[in-house]
């Protein structure tokens, strides 16, 4: 997931978690910013079906 702060707005980014049918909880909180390592640019485990996604557009993450 990508968010592109709009021309002339400070800048922002989305932050998103994941869980799955399989898991009780969230997975960890991911970013588009390339610095959280392992999560950057997806959400979820591979082969399980996704239950619920949460996305925060904002200068930090709330998770």
Do not use: F
């Not at 049918?21 to 079906?49: H, K, S």
Request: aromatic share 14%; hydrophobic share 25%; net charge negative.
């Amino acid at each position: 997931m990508y968010y592109t702060t709009p021309s002339g707005e400070t800048y922002q980014q989305a932050y998103y978690r994941s869980q799955t049918t399989q898991r009780a909880n969230y997975l960890g909180t991911c970013a588009d910013n390339g610095t959280v390592a392992g999560y950057d640019n997806w959400a979820g485990m591979l082969g399980e079906p996704l239950d619920r996604l949460q996305i925060h557009i904002n200068d930090s993450s709330k998770y």
